[in-house]
Every structure is written in structure tokens, then in C-alpha cells.
């Protein structure tokens, strides 16, 4: 990796880290789609998500540990492992420009349902489908690093607090990041990777980006914020499966 493409990729991190510190997640929705365009690969482009995922969630975790409902995080994390196994293998066979469109398509998806969020009624999730929206986001984890639309539309849809929310979304995004890179590396996925050097200045970056969207996270007004970030999200991904094509 050049620096000028460190640079940018920085640049990429930083602001996406800061729509995760303000939602608690939603980092990858738009980091996926924009590292995808400057020119990253699919395989780069999940790694970097996941090891972010992982660095800028575990301060909050440990912050908001009493709050987090550990048998809705165990659920969750019980059906995301077969999914990355299935993700992973899935990313191993599928061309690179196959897997970008899609990853286009799902960004698309989570804007357009994050969009109708508002409208739709309090539901209080079963375990049944506490474990089958694990097993989804573990194989969009594994195949496209977008490891919390998933829990997080479930989890707005419950009527959870706000708190309670963020408790739940970082505990079990700490279990699925860490388990993904787990499998890619018996895989031999984490080898190959140009970005390494950079690493830690990502992780940095990301860090104090996550933390300055906290902050902001107490002035800004839901309905809006969601609408302004469904619309980015939308974009992105419409621009990343035109790039695939």
C-alpha cells in the first residue's frame, strides 16, 4: 500500500468511525462501499472493518458492561459462528467484482430499511430469531464485514434504549469481528494483506474518531441523523455496484 492510499484510507476510517460513535454502529455501511471504490479489495477491505470493529468496541463494551443483556448477546453470537464459516467459505470460491456488487446490493438493502425504521412498530425479537439474525450477520461478516445492520435493525425494532442498545450492539459485534478474523486466519485470509505497516495508525484513528462521534452523539436529533445516514449509505452502495460492473 502506497502512502498516499494509507492517507486516504485514513481519511475513509476516520469518518466513518465517527457515524459509528454516534450509532454505536454503522461503521462498515459506509466504509465498505467507499474502500471498495478508491480501489481496496474485498478480502483488505473485511479485514480492515473487522480489526476497527473489534479496536473501537471493546472500550465501549467494557463502559457499558452492566447494561448489556448477555443472553441476547449469546444467541446472537451462537448463530453468527456457523454463519462466518459458510461466509468465509463463500469468500474463498466468489469473484472479487461477484462479491463487491453484492456487498453493494446489501449496503443498499440496510439504507433502505434503516430509512423505513422510523415507521415500523415495536417487536420484541424470539430466540429464534435472535439466532437466525446472528447467523445472517456472521455470513455478511465473513463475506462483506457488515456484521451489524443485522442485530441493529433487530435490536431498534425491540424497542430497546438507547443505552441498552449500544450495550447490546458492542458486546456481541466484539464476539462476531474477533470470531471472523479468527476464521480467516485458519484460512490463511490475514496473510497477503498490504495494509499491516498502517495498521496501527488506523486503529488510532479510528479510536479517536469513535470517541469525538460519542460526543456528537448527544446533539444530534435521531429521525434526522438516521434519514441523512440512510440517504450516504444508499448512495454508496449504488456507486459500489456500478464500480463492480
Do not use: E
Amino acid at each position: 500500500m502506497t502512502v498516499t492510499m494509507a492517507a486516504v484510507v485514513c481519511v475513509v476510517v476516520g469518518a466513518t468511525s465517527v457515524l459509528g460513535g454516534v450509532t454505536g454502529f454503522g461503521a462498515a455501511l459506509l466504509a465498505t462501499p467507499l474502500l471498495l471504490v478508491i480501489g481496496m479489495d474485498v478480502t483488505d477491505t473485511v479485514v480492515v472493518n473487522l480489526m476497527i470493529g473489534l479496536a473501537t468496541r471493546c472500550g465501549t463494551a467494557a463502559q457499558l458492561f452492566a447494561a448489556i443483556d448477555r443472553r441476547c448477546v449469546a444467541l446472537l453470537s451462537a448463530g453468527c459462528l456457523p454463519g462466518i464459516l459458510v461466509g468465509a467459505i463463500t469468500l474463498d470460491i466468489t469473484p472479487q467484482a461477484l462479491l463487491k456488487f453484492l456487498a453493494g446490493i446489501a449496503v443498499i438493502v440496510c439504507g433502505v430499511m434503516m430509512a423505513r425504521r422510523v415507521r415500523a412498530g415495536v417487536r420484541q425479537p424470539t430466540r429464534s430469531i435472535q439466532f437466525l439474525t446472528g447467523l445472517l450477520s456472521g455470513y455478511l461478516s465473513a463475506t462483506t464485514s457488515l456484521t451489524g445492520p443485522a442485530p441493529a435493525l433487530m435490536l431498534l425494532r425491540s424497542g430497546t434504549t438507547p443505552v441498552a442498545f449500544i450495550a447490546n450492539i458492542s458486546g456481541y459485534l466484539i464476539v462476531a469481528c474477533a470470531a471472523t478474523l479468527a476464521v480467516l486466519a485458519v484460512q490463511g485470509g490475514l496473510t497477503g494483506i498490504s495494509f499491516w505497516p498502517w495498521m496501527p495508525a488506523l486503529i488510532v484513528t479510528a479510536v479517536v474518531c469513535n470517541r469525538l462521534g460519542l460526543k456528537i452523539a448527544h446533539h444530534v436529533k435521531g429521525a434526522t441523523f438516521q434519514a441523512i445516514v440512510a440517504t450516504l449509505v444508499i448512495v454508496a452502495g449504488i456507486g459500489t455496484c456500478v464500480t463492480a460492473l
